[in-house]
């Protein structure tokens, strides 16, 4: 046994400090690896530390609200094996051991409500040595995005899930040489659909005498002029999350718009809305939503009505731009919009109705430049039910597409098996092909601002020879992509996207 001193530990890349929100170990009491001690407050999430090993809490140093540099000293430890804490910055790492057996790497829970994340991207390529404490990979969970570090100098031996794929809590995500976590049962945390209802409880009061929230939820209900104390929380133990403020403020928004289901990455820079195509939903702009924040901006991905979790309908392109345009008027400052597929028929719709509002639009794979397109897909996606139905369909996209894991189909597929979908389809495509036209306002926009279109030139589903129909003034770039650029060339994508700031 060996008493130890536990410090402040930096829980990303640009941490310099953190809030106690509550120790969840009393001083006497023991505790094994992977237990969680405390709850930190940095300046983007709130997280519970592990304790890294088998051990107990002697004495804690610091109060629950205590503001605590990294490194700083936060409590006295007895533990079995001092080894499991040394600090990854004492000395040097130890070489990754080449002839060690490997072992596989599950999706972790970084939360106790979390049941599934999505890989943002990896940090270490296959075949790579790192060190205890290195960052090895980021997930994105429906609260947050965060890093998820080593816990032993190891090496990557083989990615088994891919960048922009939604996996549940304990599914093998790569395999590894060096410690895991232990392996957590997937059929212990089941995933829940994206229509679950959230849990409601009253926002529980810390030790400051503030209401328990995250970072986030407090600069949301800063800037939208709302208290804290008339919002409940979801989150543990009553903690105001962001969710809860953005119901909060949909609630005082115009009823189309308060129907409209969105995440919010980003509280700096620009405003970037991603508007995602028929039968998608926000999830498909994971990866550029997660981009555009680390750059520096804000990305608002909200799903279009008739899809994903959003409560409003439509039955045509116009009922999609009437509702889009009352969300996006109530959105403070001026917004670049970005549409993809359909979406960029909504994209150009709002830009018409919005007017200055709009800084510039950027246009991805977008549908309404020509009559041909794979009406089979449109159709088939608004009358599936089955998850295979949907798999098939999907391969069309191209070749990231197939990556998506089985339970994000399975969601996907419970999803259009509503047949909210059906009447938008009718109202898209026909035996002639597509319905709707946006080349006549996009002549007028090019005009007006900033517009551009990225065209795979592997599209399967609006062919790339369409682009050949757009007004000269708007600015084309041909990637080597199918149907979905941001998942074939997510960081080319997100370089087009975001120079729009600049260029």
């Known amino acids: 046994m060996t008493k130890r001193t536990l410090t402040m530990p930096r829980l990303g890349e640009t941490m310099d400090e953190g809030t106690i929100v509550g120790w969840l170990v009393a001083p006497g009491q023991k505790f094994q690896r992977g237990a969680a001690i405390l709850e930190i407050e940095t300046d983007k999430t709130v997280v519970e530390f592990p304790a890294l090993g088998d051990g107990t809490m002697e004495k804690t140093l610091v109060s629950s609200g205590d503001r605590v540099t990294v490194g700083a000293p936060i409590a006295e430890v007895t533990v079995t094996a001092s080894e ?27 939360g106790e409500t979390m049941t599934e994340g999505v890989i943002i991207r990896w940090l270490v390529a296959e075949g790579a040595d790192y060190a205890r404490g290195d960052a090895i990979l980021e997930i994105e969970t429906d609260k947050t995005a965060a890093e998820v570090p080593a816990l032993s100098d190891g090496k990557l031996v083989k990615i088994l899930a891919a960048e922009g794929t939604r996996q549940p809590v304990g599914a093998p995500i790569a395999e590894v040489i060096g410690e895991v976590e ?45 208290s804290l104390d008339h919002i409940s929380g979801s989150g543990r133990r009553g903690r105001i999350e962001r969710r809860d403020v953005e119901s909060a403020i949909q609630a005082t928004a115009s009823p189309s718009s308060a129907r409209i289901a969105f995440d919010k990455l980003g509280d700096r820079g620009e405003t970037f809305l991603l508007i995602h195509g028929f039968a998608g939903d926000r999830s498909s702009w994971v990866a550029t939503a997660s981009g555009i924040a680390r750059a520096g901006h804000t990305a608002i991905v909200p799903d279009l009505p008739a899809h994903g979790v959003s409560k409003a309908e439509a039955a045509s392109l116009d009922d999609l731009v009437a509702a889009m345009s009352d969300f996006a008027a109530s959105l403070p400052g001026a917004l670049h919009l970005v549409g993809h597929s359909l979406g960029g ?50 391969r069309l996209l191209g070749p990231k597409a197939d990556g998506l894991s089985d339970a994000a189909v399975t969601v996907m597929a419970a999803q259009l098996a509503q047949g909210r979908l059906k009447a938008l389809a009718q109202a898209l495509v026909g035996p002639a092909g597509q319905k709707i036209d946006i080349l006549r306002a996009l002549a007028k926009l090019a005009d007006e601002l900033p517009v551009r279109a990225l065209i795979g030139t592997e599209d399967r589903t609006i062919p790339a020879a369409q682009a050949l129909n757009l007004p000269p003034s708007v600015a084309v770039h041909f990637l080597a992509a199918g149907h979905m650029p941001h998942w074939d060339l997510p960081r080319e994508t997100l370089s087009l996207i975001t120079g729009v700031v600049h260029g």
């Open 345 to 394: 028929a909504v994209a150009t719709g709002l830009a018409s109705r919005l007017g200055a509002k709009v800084k510039s639009l950027t246009l991805i794979a977008p549908a309404g430049t020509g009559r041909e397109i794979d009406s089979g897909f449109i159709l088939g996606m608004a009358a599936a039910t089955t998850a295979g139905e949907v798999a098939h369909l999907l």
């Open 84 to 110: 499991d804490w040394e600090s990854e910055v004492a000395g040097g790492p130890a070489p990754a051991n080449a002839d060690a057996g490997t072992a596989i790497l599950a999706m972790p829970r970084l």
């Open 182 to 226: 232990a392996p957590v049962s997937a059929a212990a945390a089941p995933v829940e659909t994206a229509s679950a209802p959230l849990p409601k409880a009253h926002a529980a009061v810390s030790s400051d005498g503030r209401r328990r929230a995250t970072p986030l939820a407090r600069r949301l209900a800063r800037s939208a002029g709302i």
